[in-house]
């Protein structure tokens, strides 16, 4: 446990150190793993979804932080046709998932970026429990939170259905980087399908800090700067 609390004490002051420098301009990373990122921008045309919310910020999470770790922003109207969309992993991520700090936002992102209204509430988000510290999850988890249950009762209400792409993860070039800590970019596209209505296109984006513990996995913690 001390190890664990030195592991992220260690990546929490990375991410200080990170904010409180000059921000360099962003290069174009080329993803370390993932699908080829799609080029095409997300849709301005479609309408409002019923999953979006402001969710509540945890009294444990920096001011400012977002419950919902995805982050959909949307451009110019795009096919969701021309999203190649894959189906979300089944079961807990595994070691090799686990094994590199990209490769484990990867993992959670995979998890979370789908979901259905048959579902029941919070099933997007314990399905990258496995991918996430135990902290994190303790503050992200949306049974919690009367605005997350809110939009999630706008998602049934409105029988939506999201389908997302492999996503693509990138360690933060411009971040410092420790042994058991690193900052990951991490981005997808998810096809929002309502009842009734035309399917548009969401683009997730993200940027964690990633920790590894004793045992040499990575996990998901808290967002860093620009995410």
């Known amino acids: 446990m001390v190890v664990i609390a030195l592991a992220a004490a260690v990546g929490i002051i990375a991410v200080a150190m990170w904010r409180s420098a ?40 920096p001011t400012g932080t977002a419950l919902r770790p995805l982050t959909p922003t949307r451009g110019d109207a795009v096919d969701p046709s021309t999203i190649a969309l894959q189906a979300p992993p ?36 314990s399905r990258g429990r496995s991918a996430m510290t135990d902290t994190q ?13 809110q939009s999630w009762q706008r998602t049934v209400a409105a029988a939506e259905i999201g389908a997302c792409s492999a996503p693509t993860a990138t360690i933060a070039p411009e971040a410092p980087r420790t042994p058991d800590a690193a900052i990951v970019h991490i981005t997808a596209d998810r096809v929002v399908t309502p009842a009734g209505a035309n399917a548009y296109v969401e683009h997730i984006t993200d940027t964690r800090l990633v920790l590894r513990d004793p045992h040499g996995t990575w996990r998901v913690a808290q967002r860093a700067p620009g995410g």
């Open 22 to 61: 000059p921000t360099p301009p962003r290069q174009s990373d080329t993803p370390t793993a993932g699908s080829t990122p799609v080029t095409s921008t997300p849709s301005a045309t479609a309408p409002t979804a019923a999953h979006e919310s402001n969710p509540p910020t945890s009294p444990s999470t």
């Open 90 to 125: 089944t079961g807990d991520a595994s070691a090799d998932e686990l094994a590199e700090p990209h490769t484990a936002a990867i993992a959670w992102l995979s998890r979370t970026c789908p979901f259905d209204y048959r579902e029941p509430f919070g099933t997007a988000e």
């Open 137 to 149: 999850w303790i503050i992200e988890n949306p049974t919690q939170y009367d605005t997350a249950r």
